[in-house]
Every structure is written in C-alpha cells, then in structure tokens.
T-cell receptor, first 114, second 116 residues
C-alpha cells in the first residue's frame, strides 16, 4: 500500500531534550516536505527537499533541522525543543515538485513540549 | 508573500443540503494553483479538488465544485448533497509553480459540521 509513515504519532517530552520525528514513503517520491499545523494558522511549511541531499527552508524553519540521506526518508529533528514547538506535524511527499503531482500526507505527529 | 484567508472558522449544514466555503488569496503571480484539502477527525489530509489558475473552467469532483474568480482572487468550495462523512476541517491552499520553489500556503481552515 502506498503511504507516508510518520513516527511517533504522539510524543510528550520536555524542553531541551533532542527528538527526531521520522518520515518514510514507499512511493519512490522525489519531493518531501514537513508542515506544522496550529489552530488559526493552518499548515505552515517548515522544510522541503527536492531530492536526496537537497533541502531548503520553508516558512518556519527556526528550531528545526532535516536531512535527506535516502530518497525514502526525511526525518525532522528538534535539537533543543521548546514549548512553542508544541504542534501537530505532517510529512508529505509527491513524485516531483509541482501541483500536477498531488501531495500524499502522513497521519500526523502530535508533539507536546513541556 | 502569498496569503490565504478563510473567513469562516466554523460552519454547519443539514445533511443533503448544499454549503459553500469561502477562500480568498493574495498574490502578484499570474500562474498558480489552488487546492481544497479535507481533514477529518482522523487527522489525514485528503485532497478534495484542484484548480489551475490559467484554466477558466471551474473544477468539479463529484459532489464538490469550485467557484474560481481570478480577478477577485476568490476560490470557494461548494459541497452538494452534504453527507455526514463530509464533517471535517477544510483547508484552502495556494501553490506557486514548481519553478518558484513549490511554495505552498494554507489558510487557517473552516470546520464544517454536517448535521443529520
């Protein structure tokens, strides 16, 4: 089954404790991205990647890191999480850049930073 | 920068009736794309419908259709014959062409409740 898999689905942690949210897709997609969803703000793009070893900042990259060492994986790293990073996070992928290729979203990761 | 505005935080509709969700956007681009995504309580993001700005014809997908007014920068979603399964958050989104970094912007969302 074609899918984007995020882990964990829920995480409660404390300020300053490094964490990684994994994202994996099995569709051989080139383009992957991370969003955060906050009430009243919709989804905002954090980082995106056009292909292996190619990443770029989205709208709200501060406090986040990403890497794209393999085509299928695009982890989101919070080196020193803070409470303002409490949010619902989505990973998405598509075959290539461009709106003709629909984005497939993961099921979301709810992060709570205390 | 592009902004997307959904002015209706919440809406409700009776089952089998029609409802329209509004979306306006601001851009200086002439070529772009617009989307409506549905997010049910399961949190999944599901693409409902897509519109290309250079196409004058409004997109339709079964019970879902859009009213795209390019000059007014308006992109409303009409849901006909509403069903209980349509209950969800609906997000309007704007995307620049691929040659412009694939920048995608979402509105704040409209929570739609379909009542039996």
């Amino acid at each position: 089954e074609a899918q984007v898999t995020q882990n964990p689905r829920y995480l409660i942690t404390v300020t300053g404790k490094k964490l990684t949210v994994t994202c994996s897709q099995n569709m051989n997609h080139e383009y992957m991205s991370w969003y955060r969803q906050d009430p009243g703000l919709g989804l905002r793009q954090i980082y995106y990647s056009m292909n292996v070893e190619v990443t770029d900042k989205g709208d709200v990259p501060e406090g986040y890191k990403v890497s794209r060492k393999e085509k299928r994986n695009f982890p989101l790293i919070l080196e020193s999480p803070s409470p303002n990073q409490t949010s619902l996070y989505f990973c998405a992928s598509s075959y290539s850049m461009g709106p003709s290729q629909p984005q497939h979203f993961g099921d979301g990761t709810r992060l709570s930073i205390l | 920068a592009q902004t997307v505005t959904q002015s209706q935080p919440e809406m409700s509709v009776q089952e089998a009736e029609t409802v329209t969700l509004s979306c306006t956007y601001d851009t200086s681009e002439s070529n772009y794309y617009l989307f409506w995504y549905k997010q049910p309580p399961s949190r999944q993001m599901i693409l409902v419908i897509r519109q290309e700005a250079y196409k004058q014809q409004n997109a339709t997908e079964n019970r879902f259709s859009v009213n795209f007014q390019k000059a007014a920068k308006s992109f409303s979603l009409k849901i006909s014959d509403s069903q209980l399964g349509d209950t969800a958050m609906y997000f309007c989104a704007f995307m620049k062409p691929w040659y412009n970094n694939n920048d995608m912007r979402f509105g704040a969302g409209t929570r739609l409740t379909v009542k039996p």
